[in-house]
């Protein structure tokens, strides 16, 4: 068997490894987590003990007590998870239905906060027909495992979410260089007579570069080509747009796009992810789409999340000051020289390249009381290692602030 190198290896190194069994693999894995614990390399799963927000409590690897940590890996954009007004929406719904739903949907898991919640979500896109799951990543990959089999192609940008790539294991799979729309062009061409259904999937905001998909040329190309876009906006929903609806909001393609996915537990603060398109989908996916069908409805605290949706009409000023804090970040750190690639979102990447400095940016920015992620292969290529930075709307300017000095001295210490 061959040694893989500790020193370059990555988690994915490890999924196939020939000649050992799964037992084996798992102790040969063993090995790699406690090499890079040992060398404080294995700064995830960090537990917090406080809410979250732009700033918590985290156990440090090595530490004893928890440490107070400006965080910058947050998805609730609008700070939404410590809204006094959902929190009460939560409580409400339980005091009145408890706590769980009891069944799937098909067979008496069906309750009227789920119905509304769907009307809601529906309408906020300006639809009239929803579906929901209990994960965004449920929503993406059981819809597309669902609608597309072995005489269809997925049309895949090459940078869309885990979820997708999972839902499309039992179709065929062209994969599209990232918003490269000469190369959407060509393969849609070729596809074009070939194939029964053609889907291009694509993200509205790209979740590593937090980029925007040009969604009026891919509509209209797809379109063209007699193919179906579905777009998966998790992290545009209540960020971008006038209103909140996301980058189809942005891009005036809100009636163009035939499916579009996303999730509740960004913006909306909760958990569960939604499918929204034309009535006779939805109703093909009621009844057969087997996660769907098979798994069990959310529970009543899902009315919280139609508050959510509520308040991001009737509280504007979250979006509002989210963006201040979006531009405020960006500026300094382009101030800083660093390269942040072309973010349209909340989502804001410092592009290193390399691994190990990566690595040690994210070890420094920890000494320095903040908390971002290192994103390496295989969430990016090998080549594309960064870190990734989450604003939200709670952030104050001087944390923000903070945030910019320990970049400011990870420049001089790491990036030289
Ligand atoms: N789509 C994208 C683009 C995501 O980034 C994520 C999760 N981070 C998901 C889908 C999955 O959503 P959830 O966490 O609700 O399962």
Same mark, same amino acid.
């Given at each position: /068997?061959?040694?893989?190198?500790?020193?370059?290896?990555?988690?994915?190194?490890?999924? &196939?490894?020939? %000649?050992?069994?799964?037992? $084996?693999?798992?102790?040969?894995?063993?090995?790699?987590?406690?090499?890079?614990?040992?060398?404080?390399?294995?700064?995830?799963?960090?537990?917090?003990?406080?809410?979250?927000?732009?700033? !918590?409590?985290?156990?440090?690897?090595?530490?004893?007590?928890?440490?107070?940590?400006?965080?910058?890996?947050?998805?609730?954009?609008?700070?939404?998870?410590? &809204?006094?007004?959902?929190?009460?929406?939560?409580?409400?719904?339980?005091?009145?239905?408890?706590?769980?739903?009891?069944?799937?949907?098909?067979?008496? %898991?069906?309750?009227?906060?789920?119905?509304?919640?769907?009307?809601?979500?529906?309408?906020?896109?300006?639809?009239?027909?929803?579906?929901?799951?209990?994960?965004?990543?449920?929503?993406?990959?059981?819809?597309?495992?669902?609608?597309?089999?072995?005489?269809?192609?997925?049309?895949?940008? /090459?940078?869309?979410? @885990?979820?997708?790539? $999972?839902?499309?294991?039992?179709?065929?799979?062209? *994969?599209?260089? &990232?918003?490269? /729309?000469? !190369?959407?062009?060509?393969?849609?061409?070729?596809?074009?007579?070939?194939? *029964?259904?053609?889907? +291009? +999937?694509?993200?509205?905001?790209?979740?590593?570069?937090?980029?925007?998909?040009?969604?009026?040329?891919?509509?209209?190309?797809?379109?063209?080509? %007699?193919?179906?876009?579905?777009?998966?906006?998790?992290?545009?929903?209540?960020?971008?747009?006038?209103?909140?609806?996301?980058?189809?909001?942005?891009?005036?393609?809100?009636?163009?796009?035939?499916?579009?996915?996303?999730?509740?537990?960004?913006?909306?603060?909760?958990?569960?992810?939604?499918?929204?398109?034309?009535?006779?989908?939805?109703?093909?996916?009621?009844?057969?789409?087997?996660? &769907?069908?098979?798994?069990?409805?959310?529970?009543?605290?899902?009315?919280?999340? +139609? *508050?959510?949706?509520?308040?991001?009409?009737?509280?504007?000023?979250?979006?509002?000051?989210?963006?201040?804090?979006?531009?405020?970040?960006?500026?300094?750190?382009?101030?800083?020289?660093?390269?942040?690639?072309?973010?349209?979102?909340?989502?804001?990447?410092?592009?290193? %390249?390399?691994?190990?400095?990566?690595? $040690?940016?994210?070890?420094?920015?920890?000494? @320095?009381?903040?908390?971002?992620?290192?994103?390496?292969?295989?969430?990016?290529?090998?080549?594309?290692?960064?870190?990734?930075?989450?604003?939200?709307?709670?952030?104050?300017?001087?944390?923000?602030?903070?945030?910019?000095?320990?970049? @400011?001295?990870?420049?001089?210490? +790491?990036?030289?």
């Amino acid at each position: /068997m061959k040694k893989i190198d500790f020193r370059t290896a990555s988690f994915k190194d490890f999924e &196939h490894i020939a %000649g050992m069994d799964i037992m $084996e693999r798992a102790r040969y894995f063993r090995t790699y987590l406690d090499y890079l614990a040992k060398r404080r390399r294995l700064n995830y799963r960090l537990e917090s003990s406080s809410p979250c927000g732009p700033e !918590m409590r985290i156990l440090l690897p090595g530490h004893q007590r928890p440490k107070k940590l400006i965080t910058m890996v947050s998805n609730d954009y609008l700070g939404f998870t410590q &809204h006094p007004e959902i929190i009460r929406a939560n409580i409400t719904a339980m005091n009145q239905y408890g706590t769980g739903s009891g069944a799937s949907p098909a067979i008496g %898991g069906h309750f009227a906060y789920h119905q509304l919640l769907e009307d809601r979500i529906a309408a906020f896109y300006g639809r009239e027909h929803a579906l929901l799951y209990t994960t965004g990543y449920t929503a993406n990959s059981a819809t597309l495992q669902c609608l597309l089999g072995k005489d269809d192609i997925a049309i895949l940008d /090459m940078a869309v979410h @885990a979820s997708v790539y $999972e839902g499309c294991q039992l179709t065929n799979v062209k *994969r599209v260089l &990232h918003n490269n /729309m000469d !190369m959407l062009n060509n393969v849609l061409k070729q596809a074009q007579h070939s194939y *029964r259904t053609k889907l +291009v +999937v694509v993200d509205g905001v790209y979740s590593q570069d937090g980029d925007l998909a040009p969604l009026h040329e891919i509509t209209h190309m797809a379109h063209h080509y %007699g193919a179906y876009v579905l777009m998966d906006d998790a992290h545009g929903t209540g960020v971008v747009g006038a209103t909140g609806r996301g980058v189809a909001e942005l891009t005036h393609t809100l009636p163009d796009i035939d499916i579009i996915t996303g999730t509740f537990s960004k913006s909306l603060a909760h958990l569960g992810g939604y499918v929204v398109a034309d009535d006779d989908l939805i109703q093909y996916l009621k009844y057969q789409s087997r996660q &769907h069908l098979f798994s069990t409805s959310a529970g009543p605290s899902t009315l919280g999340i +139609v *508050r959510a949706l509520e308040l991001i009409d009737e509280e504007p000023q979250w979006r509002t000051k989210l963006w201040e804090n979006i531009d405020h970040l960006t500026y300094g750190l382009l101030g800083l020289g660093l390269d942040i690639g072309t973010t349209g979102s909340a989502i804001v990447p410092v592009k290193i %390249g390399d691994i190990a400095k990566t690595l $040690e940016a994210g070890k420094q920015l920890l000494r @320095a009381g903040v908390y971002a992620n290192p994103i390496m292969y295989p969430a990016v290529a090998k080549k594309d290692a960064r870190i990734r930075l989450n604003v939200m709307a709670t952030h104050t300017q001087a944390q923000l602030d903070r945030v910019l000095e320990a970049f @400011a001295s990870v420049k001089h210490r +790491v990036l030289r």
